[in-house]
């Protein structure tokens, strides 16, 4: 009997001494959930430099990439206003129809196209370069084609860059024999100094030095598209970023 309650007692004891231990831990876990999203939650509000991640316990450091702000939120946001009010003011009462090249003009185009007023449709294609030093090679293909027809219609191209130009080439060469109406480029961001191919655009956001850009749609392997600001990418590992 008093053998009985006694392990009773020392049984509790274990019971509350594991509860309190897995307490603790959930406790830790959550407040490094919490701090971990407010880390990445400030960083896309801010448009400032991006925060270092914290190391982990577990690997060695590894140096983060880091993306320095060439072009903040707010001046992307005043300048495809201007942009949109001048596409308008040149195109009074016409129908509109954009077209964006996936994925890196996603941003642009619903941005520009919430700022034209009057009717405005838009459209996506998706193109794809081969090959190693792909840009200089000006080997472009198309990998999805646009869902309605461009003849007769006032039809601009919104591109997140214009960096060698082979792309827009490519693109500009394959509408114009749909036979357009009006065919005009849009693009947020000119990199003349790479420039190899001899096409212009019409209206351009900004021009900026031969830096390799992500942010606003503009990625690295697929990264960094989401930030709202262009910033300049650098390498952790201090390599040159290299187009892809
Ligand atoms: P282009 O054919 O050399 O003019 O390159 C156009 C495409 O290259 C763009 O639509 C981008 O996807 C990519 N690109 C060129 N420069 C950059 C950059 O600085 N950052 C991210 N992507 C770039
Ligand atoms: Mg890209």
């Known amino acids: 009997m008093l053998f009985a309650a006694s392990s009773n007692r020392w049984l509790r004891i274990a019971g ?28 896309f509000r801010s448009g400032d430099e991006m925060p270092k991640t914290r190391a982990t316990k577990r690997g060695p450091k590894e140096p983060k990439d880091r993306v320095r702000v060439l072009i903040t939120a707010r001046r992307i946001r005043e300048r495809i206003l201007a942009l949109a009010k001048q596409i308008r003011k040149d195109f009074p009462g016409e129908k509109l129809h954009l077209v964006s090249v996936l994925k890196g ?6 941005d520009l196209a ?6 405005v449709s838009f459209d996506f294609i ?37 960096d060698t130009g082979m792309t827009l080439q490519y693109l500009l060469r394959l509408f114009q024999q749909r ?3 009006h065919l005009r480029v849009a693009v947020l961001l000119d990199k003349p100094e790479r420039r190899i191919a001899a096409v212009h655009a019409d209206y351009v956001g900004f021009t900026i030095p031969n830096e390799f850009v992500v942010g606003y749609g503009l990625d690295y392997s697929e990264r960094y598209r989401n930030l709202p600001y262009v910033g300049v990418l650098q390498l952790g590992s201090g390599a040159k970023v290299e187009n892809e």
Not at 141 to 152: C, F, K, N, V
């Open 126 to 162: 998706a193109v794809a370069s081969y090959g190693q030093n792909t840009h200089s090679s000006g080997q472009v293909r198309l990998t999805r084609d646009l869902d309605s027809s461009i003849e007769g219609r006032t039809v601009i191209v919104v591109e997140d860059i214009l």
């Open 179 to 181: 036979k357009p109406k």
């Open 114 to 119: 919430r700022h034209i007023p009057g009717e």
């Open 105 to 110: 003009g996603v941003f642009f185009l619903t």
């Open 16 to 43: 509350f001494l594991l509860y309190f231990r897995s307490g603790v831990q959930t406790r830790v876990l959550t407040q490094h959930c919490v701090e971990e999203t407010c880390e990445v939650q400030s960083r």
